[in-house]
Every structure is written in C-alpha cells, then in structure tokens.
C-alpha cells in the first residue's frame, strides 16, 4: 500500500469512526425513550401514529428513534430480546443505506427489524433478502410476532407458491424471499399479459443479507425465464466421444490459470478427421465448431464431484463459493448439453430465452438499499465502486477471542489429508467439537472415508444431502461432534457451544470452544473469514487452522509448487515465505475476478440499460396508460416480448465470437456495444410494421380465441433457471490467437486459392 491509500485510509477510518460516535450518540436517544409503562394496546396506537406521519409526508428520520424505541420493547416483550448497543448501531446503518459488517452470533436477524419497521411505515413494502428459501421462512415466522404486534404484517416467499400466495405475500408490510425468488417473479411479471398476473408491487426498499455472497459472488448470475424446451439431438453424445479421443498437451492446451481450454494444430487436425467436416473455421462450421469447444471444455474442466453431481438421473452444479448444489442452475449456451452428453444423459434444451437479469441488476431497481453480512471489509472498494455501498464495521458486542492458528503447508495432498486425520483425531480424542469446511464434495467423502478408517465418526454435510442441512450444522457445536462439510454449508445458522444446552456449553468452553478447520484456501479471503466465523460467537472460545497442500488448484493455477520442485515429504513446509506468497496469491485472485466482474459489467449493462427503455413501454401498455383496446393490447405486447427474446438470442449470438474481434486489432466490448446498439435501434420499427400487419388481420376483433387462432399466445409453460456465472468468467475462446489467425487465414485463402487442403 503506498503512502496515498494509506493516507486515503486513514481518512476513511476516521470517517467510520466519527459514523459509529453519531450512531451510539441516538443509540443513547433511543434507550432514553422508554415505553416500559405503556400497554400492548398503547404500542400499537404509537406505531399507527408513527404510520400515519410516515404516510403523510413526514421523514423517516424524524420517526426514527420513536420508531426504533418501539421495536425494542415489542421485541422484549414478544421474543423475549432486548438488542445490544451494538445491535441498534447496526439498524442505524442500514436505515443510512449502508453495508454493516457485523460478526457472527451478533444477531443480524434482529438488527435488520428496526430498519425494516421504520420503512415498512410510509406503506410501501419493504424486501429482506435472504440467502435461501429456509433462512426466509425461519425469519417471517421467528420475527413475525415484532412486526404483528405494531400492526404491521409480515410474510415470506417460497419457490413453488401459487400466483395468488405470492401477490399476498408480495402485498405484506415486510416480505422474506431470496434474492433469487424475487428475480424470477420479477421476470415472470415481465411477460405477463395481464396486470392481475403480476406479483410485485412497485419496489421501495430493501435489506441484503449476506450480502458479499449476493452483491460480490453471486451479483452477475443471470436469472433466466425460458419457454417451452425445443426437443434435443443427439449430436453432443457424438462430440463427446471425438473429444475423449484427443489427449493434453498433443492436441489441446489450458491457459496458465487452467480456465480456459483451446485446440492446438495437432488437435484441430485430427477433429477434422474425425469428423470429416473440412476446415473447422469455415462459416459454415461455425455451430459445430462452437458445440465442439464446449464439448472439450466440459470434458478437461469440468469434474463430477467437483463441479457437478449427478442425482436422481441429472446433472445438478455445485456452487464454487459454497460448494452446495445450486438449485435450478443451468451451464451457460452449449455447456450444459456437452455436460449432459458426457455423462450420457438425456439431453434437454433450455428453450427459447424470453427474459433475463442479473442480480446486481435486479437489486438496483429497488430505490434505497443496504446489506449485512461478517464479510465485507476485505472487499469494500469494491462495494463501494459497483454499488455505493460504504462498508461500516460494527463492534463485536463482546470480544472476540478465538485463536486463527497460521496455514499448515504441505508439499502433497496425500501428506495434508495424513495430517488433517491426524489432527482431527487428537482433538476428537479430547471431546472437542470440530467443523471442517472442504473444497468439495469428493474432498468430503474422501476425507470422511479416511476418518471412518481412524475410527472418527462425522457428520457429512455436502451437496448429496442437503435436506437436513440446518439442523446437522446447529449441533456442529455439541461435545465430540466432527461435522464435515462443502466449504459454507448452514450459512445463516448459529452455532452454538453444547448445541444450546448450558451444561454442554461450559463443558465445550473449557476445551477451547470450536475448533474450525479449512481443508484448503480460497481465491477470497472472504470465504476463508465466512468459514473461520463459525467459532468465536458473541465472545465464545474457538479456534480456525488452515491446512494446505502445495497440489490444491489455487496453488497449481498460479504456479507455487515450483517453489519446492523435486520435494515431496510428509512433514509441514516450515518456510515464512510461503505463507506471504499464499497471501499474494488470494490477492491476486481477488484483483482477477474484481476484473472479470468489471469486464461482464461491460456487456451485460447496455443490454440491460435497453431492457429497461423497452420495459418501461411494456409496463405503460399493461396498466393501460396507453388506453389501448384489448386486441392493440395484447398485439403490442406479444411482438414486443417477442422481438426481445430475439434481440437476447442475438446478443448471446454476438457474444460468443465477440472475441474474433481482437484479431482485427478492434476493442471486443466496443465493438459489442456498437453491434448490439444497431440491433436494438431496428426494434421500435419492427414492432410497429408487425402489430401493423397484425392489427389488420384481425380487423378490430377482441376475441381472445382469434388471437390464440392467429398465434397471439404466450408459451404453453415457462421455465426459469441460472446461469452458473463461474462459466460465464471463466469460458473465454477455446481457441489459442495464433491457431485461430491460422484457421482464419485458412478460411479465406483455401476459397481464393481453390486449394482442397491448406
């Protein structure tokens, strides 16, 4: 860090200081105003005056500490919780629209009450976004008897719900759903035909929990509504067959970071004899060509029980920052058919793209937003730049004490698993409770497998059986409990010492509390933080080691075995200078992905910038601010969704050779954003001309069974799904710039040459 950011730090440091002073200044206010004397009745009364001047125009800030007064008492009196000092700063700072770092066990949950009381009073509605459908259930229902009891009403979004279940939902003071629930229902409300199908209501505000995984990890995940699926070929089994004949080095090559796949000369020539298609780089091999790359991809770079299960006869992906199963996550483009035909599964089309959006898009839409999480400091210049969203540390009610043990360096994975069991067993022997956090699900069943041999039993915890996550992860703190499970599983869930039982608790104290184990480091230290939080609670004893083999990927990516070529022993490394060079690794990491996100910024912003113009004139039709018969309705409508759907099939399109540009010396985004511009600009007169014609065909009719005649219907069924973003980042060309220069060349010369080979 150089002497300007360590100046601009410090300022920064200064600033958050003097923001907590004005924070624990109304922390002060507010205890002072005191409702101990009033009755149920009379809280609610105060609560519906607070509604009342909310409604009328009076600002939130003003109704701030009586309004933070009073969930403190309705929440001392329903749940029996009186928030800490620390707990009210927290709700200071989100009401301010800040990112609240708050640690583990301090009680996020209730913090989040205050905020969302205070903004549920103008009427508006107020989103809690939470991290998966269990966590927004758990807190509607434990959180619910606040909010009842000040006259507000509260509710929770499941997936699965009836349209009409989700508009009350939708329709209540406070609503809990997961970000990604929210999206989908947005985007189904973004091709319903009529005002009465739609879910949401205009958005307000929202509160973001855990918010590094939804705005940093998660942000450019495209949410995805489809129709009905085409029926699938069975080219991608034929693929994946020519491509398991090819072998590494002698006919494809990895980038330095493994990221990316690329044939080589060697490669291209014995694919073209395979298939006896000719020059692969001919026009009209360019769908079998981008089908093959994907096959290759899948096939050197994609592991089962790593990057994918298969379950009940389907491919299901496996998070890379959770390592869970991602529900209704789908590969992007070709990928997840090449994947389904590697592992010789029936395949199935996704079906035409109708919709789609970003998270980070989606949470922008809300006028006022903030988020919580115990993970955010490492990445605030990041949230600060994308979201304007400060990072605000809020004080641990009580001190942390738990012991970060320094990494534990291993030259090979065999003698890290070695020292893993043998640690885990010592520590077992003494009745102390241990988690340990994997990298994936065949690293869990490995090690499980190894610790059964040693007589250590565990609790499994990976993406083969989630269902009982909640509930393994809450007794992770019990006396002689080893849990072992996919990096951050139970995130959301407290751990308590002796699984809540007071006696167990003092037992588990005088051990060390829990003693945390990471198989592996991540490319963010946030993860490693998210995982080391899990010991430590609200000023528990615990402990966090770190153990790591110079053979796990992040080291191979960026080439640190070579530190210790020709070295293999079982003992730890003891060399100081690994452990900076490991640290100088994440960082990089880190810096990578902040520029791979920037990079997907680039092209999924115009496109989105274009959905929302379009948007905007849908939205005015469907509340008939047109004043629009029926049939212009429904006509307008149908070629505006159409015409869309269109345009996202033509970005994709451009998207994915988008890279050939760099051939011709030409800015690849540029030159997107020049192609999608000129492609959107044709839309209004295409939408016109159609409606046109249409309008005439049915001559003024409103009959709803003529414009069905006439094929003015939405699809049978729809289907939404994800994206999985790590392959957007990660699935540049499959092509090495010097291949693909010789294959080019090759496409134009052979024609001009009549050469049958070149």
């Given at each position: 860090m150089n002497i300007a950011d360590k100046l601009l730090q410090k300022l920064k440091n200064r600033e958050i200081r003097n923001t907590l002073k004005v924070y624990q200044d109304k922390v002060e206010l507010i205890r002072k105003r005191n409702w101990e004397a009033c009755n149920d009745g009379q809280l609610q009364a105060e609560s519906l005056r607070l509604q009342k001047e909310a409604q009328s125009g009076t600002p939130l800030d003003e109704l701030l500490v009586d309004a933070y007064a009073l969930v403190c008492e309705a929440a001392k009196r329903t749940l029996g919780l009186q928030p800490y000092d620390v707990q009210i700063m927290a709700a200071l700072a989100?009401?301010?629209?800040?990112?609240?770092?708050?640690?583990?066990?301090?009680?996020?949950?209730?913090?989040?009450?205050?905020?969302?009381y205070l903004n549920a009073l103008t009427g508006e509605g107020v989103h809690v976004l939470t991290f998966n459908d269990y966590l927004a259930s758990r807190d509607a229902e434990w959180m619910g008897p606040i909010y009842r009891s000040l006259g507000l009403t509260?509710?929770?979004?499941?997936?699965?719900?009836?349209?009409?279940?989700?508009?009350?939902?939708?329709?209540?003071?406070?609503?809990?759903?997961?970000?990604?629930?929210?999206?989908?229902?947005?985007?189904?409300?973004?091709?319903?035909?009529?005002?009465?199908d739609t879910v949401h209501r205009s958005f307000h505000y929202v509160i973001v929990d855990e918010a590094d995984s939804l705005l940093l990890d998660e942000a450019r995940v495209p949410l995805v509504i489809a129709g009905e699926s085409d029926s699938s070929s069975s080219d991608g089994?034929?693929?994946?067959?020519?491509?398991?004949?090819?072998?590494?080095?002698?006919?494809?090559?990895?980038?330095?970071?493994?990221?990316?796949?690329?044939?080589?000369?060697?490669?291209?020539?014995?694919?073209?004899?395979l298939l006896g298609c000719g020059n692969l780089f001919e026009s009209h091999n360019g769908p079998l060509l981008s089908a093959l790359n994907c096959a290759l991809h899948v096939?050197?770079?994609?592991?089962?029980?790593?990057?994918?299960?298969?379950?009940?006869?389907?491919?299901?992906?496996?998070?890379?920052y959770t390592g869970r199963v991602a529900e209704n996550r789908h590969l992007p483009d070709g990928l997840q058919a090449a994947l389904t035909a590697k592992e010789g599964l029936p395949s199935e089309s996704g079906g035409k793209i109708l919709g789609t959006i970003t998270l980070q898009h989606f949470l922008s839409l809300y006028p006022k937003a903030c988020g919580m999480t115990a993970t955010a400091h490492a990445s605030a210049i990041e949230f600060e730049e994308i979201y304007e969203l400060q990072v605000v540390q809020i004080p641990s009610n009580r001190q942390n004490i738990r012991i970060d043990h320094p990494l534990r360096i291993y030259t090979h994975k065999a003698a890290k698993l070695k020292a893993l069991v043998q640690e885990i067993s010592s520590v077992h022997a003494t009745g102390r409770p241990i988690l340990i956090g994997t990298s994936s699900v065949e690293e869990s069943d490995m090690l499980a497998e190894a610790l059964a041999v040693a007589d250590v039993p565990c609790h499994v915890l990976n993406a083969k059986n989630d269902a009982e996550e909640a509930g393994i992860i809450a007794k992770a703190g019990e006396i002689g409990a080893v849990t072992v499970s996919?990096?951050?599983?139970?995130?959301?869930?407290?751990?308590?010492?002796g699984g809540g039982n007071?006696?167990?608790?003092?037992?588990?104290?005088?051990?060390?509390?829990?003693?945390?184990?990471?198989?592996?480091?991540?490319?963010?230290?946030?993860?490693?933080?998210?995982?080391?939080?899990?010991a430590g609670r609200q000023g528990d004893p615990g402990a966090s080691v770190f153990f790591v083999s110079l053979e796990d990927e992040l080291m191979l990516q960026?080439?640190?075995?070579?530190?210790?070529?020709?070295?293999?022993?079982?003992?730890?490394?003891?060399?100081?200078?690994?452990?900076?060079?490991?640290?100088?690794?994440?960082?990089?990491?880190?810096?990578?992905?902040?520029?791979?996100?920037?990079?997907?910024?680039?092209?999924?912003?115009?496109?989105?910038?274009?959905?929302?113009?379009?948007?905007?004139?849908?939205?005015?039709?469907?509340?008939?601010?047109?004043?629009?018969?029926?049939?212009?309705?429904?006509?307008?409508?149908?070629?505006?969704?159409?015409?869309?759907?269109?345009?996202?099939?033509?970005?994709?399109?451009?998207?994915?050779?988008?890279?050939?540009?760099?051939?011709?010396?030409?800015?690849?985004?540029?030159?997107?954003?020049?192609?999608i511009t000129e492609a959107y600009d044709q839309i209004?007169?295409?939408?016109?001309?159609?409606?046109?014609?249409?309008?005439?065909?049915?001559?003024g009719s409103n009959d709803p069974s003529k414009w069905e005649k006439l094929g003015l219907k939405s699809p049978a069924s729809t289907r939404t799904y994800i994206i999985s973003d790590q392959y957007i980042q990660n699935k540049r060309s499959s092509w090495n710039p010097a291949t693909m220069m010789a294959y080019y060349l090759r496409g134009i010369l052979r024609p001009i040459f009549k050469l049958s080979k070149f």
């Open positions: 989100l009401h301010d629209g800040k990112l609240i770092e708050q640690y583990t066990g301090e009680g996020k949950t209730l913090s989040a009450v205050m905020p969302a509260v509710n929770s979004v499941q997936a699965g719900m009836s349209l009409s279940e989700k508009r009350e939902a939708y329709a209540a003071d406070i609503t809990y759903v997961t970000a990604k629930e929210a999206g989908f229902d947005y985007l189904r409300d973004t091709i319903a035909l009529n005002e009465a089994i034929h693929l994946a067959e020519v491509v398991r004949q090819l072998t590494p080095i002698e006919h494809y090559d990895f980038d330095e970071s493994k990221r990316n796949v690329y044939l080589n000369e060697a490669g291209s020539a014995k694919v073209e004899s096939e050197s770079l994609l592991k089962k029980d790593v990057d994918y299960i298969v379950r009940n006869g389907r491919i299901e992906l496996i998070d890379e996919t990096n951050m599983a139970g995130r959301g869930v407290d751990i308590r010492l007071p006696t167990q608790a003092e037992a588990v104290a005088k051990l060390g509390g829990l003693y945390v184990i990471g198989t592996h480091v991540n490319e963010s230290v946030r993860i490693d933080d998210q995982l080391r939080g899990r960026f080439g640190i075995d070579r530190w210790v070529r020709g070295l293999r022993q079982d003992e730890e490394l003891q060399e100081p200078a690994l452990h900076s060079k490991i640290s100088h690794i994440q960082r990089v990491a880190m810096a990578q992905n902040y520029h791979i996100r920037q990079e997907l910024n680039c092209y999924s912003d115009m496109v989105e910038d274009q959905r929302r113009i379009l948007y905007e004139e849908r939205l005015a039709i469907l509340k008939g601010g047109k004043s629009m018969s029926p049939s212009e309705q429904r006509v307008r409508l149908f070629y505006i969704d159409q015409f869309w759907a269109d345009h996202l099939a033509y970005a994709s399109y451009i998207r994915e050779g988008i890279h050939l540009e760099s051939l011709a010396s030409r800015n690849p985004i540029d030159e997107f954003h020049v192609q209004p007169a295409k939408i016109n001309n159609e409606s046109a014609n249409m309008l005439e065909r049915l001559a």
